[in-house]
């Protein structure tokens, strides 16, 4: 069995128009559909829910974070089965 190893790059690509987890260096975690994202890691997320410490604290229909501010606030991107 060859396995073939997998960029972030590809990874993202993969996993555009699916649920996703984005945590924050805050502690702050974004869930939603990740609708796009680019080179800087902007991301675009669709009906977003912002969860602090766990607990849901608001829903959002779309929702931008910046990635590229000097220091990035997104700590990593995971798909999350919904």
Do not use: W
């Amino acid at each position: 069995m060859s396995l073939r190893k997998q960029t972030p790059s590809d990874f993202l690509k993969q996993i555009i128009g699916r649920p996703v987890v984005v945590k924050l260096n805050s502690g702050v975690d974004y869930r939603g559909v990740l609708a796009c994202l680019d080179g800087y890691m902007n991301i675009a997320l669709e009906q977003t829910e912002e969860y602090v410490n766990g607990q849901l604290k608001n829903k959002y229909g779309d929702a931008f974070i910046r990635g590229n501010n000097g220091n990035p606030p997104a700590l990593y991107v995971v798909q999350h089965p919904k």
